[in-house]
């Protein structure tokens, strides 16, 4: 593919809402946009270098980094480009919130999978009112059957 405008691009990238996060094939932060300053706290400058379990919950991080470890080794994702993961991240300030992303391996200069890409979204707020729907609704049907 061919990119007209390649300074749109690195713009765009640089400063999109959503975070961007790649990181080399032993899990260390390599970019970190603006949008992943936004969602997790840690400054660009903070987190470059890093490992990703700076934003992984401690509980996650071995089954995290066997399937990342594996994807790696493989060159392949078990995950499509069609798929969203949800998972459990962790903010700067040791707080927890719910997050969305896609991911993809990025080809190193031989051709193999020497990179990770993810797009990034906080989907906290969504995840709390959709427990808080469930919730209401297995209470309306706890009293429509008690009735």
């Not at 691009?9 to 959503?18: F, K, N, V």
């Not at 991240?89 to 990179?115: M, N, R, T």
């Not at 707020?125 to 808080?132: C, F, S, V, W, Y």
């Amino acid at each position: 593919m061919t990119v007209p405008h390649p300074e749109l691009l690195a713009h765009m990238t640089i400063h999109a809402p959503d975070g961007i996060v790649i990181v080399d094939s032993e899990g260390l932060i390599l970019f970190w946009n603006s949008g992943s300053e936004r969602i997790f706290g840690w400054k660009e400058s903070e987190a470059l270098g890093q490992s990703l379990d700076l934003i992984i919950p401690e509980r996650h991080r071995r089954p995290h980094w066997d399937g990342f470890n594996a994807a790696m080794a493989k060159g392949t994702t078990r995950y499509g480009a069609s798929d969203l993961l949800t998972v459990p991240a962790l903010k700067a300030d040791g707080s927890s919130l719910s997050i969305e992303f896609s991911v993809c391996l990025l080809p190193d200069p031989q051709g193999g999978a020497g990179h990770v890409g993810a797009v990034i979204r906080d989907v906290t707020e969504r995840r709390a009112q959709e427990k808080d729907l469930r919730r209401r609704l297995a209470d309306a049907n706890v009293r429509a059957t008690t009735v």
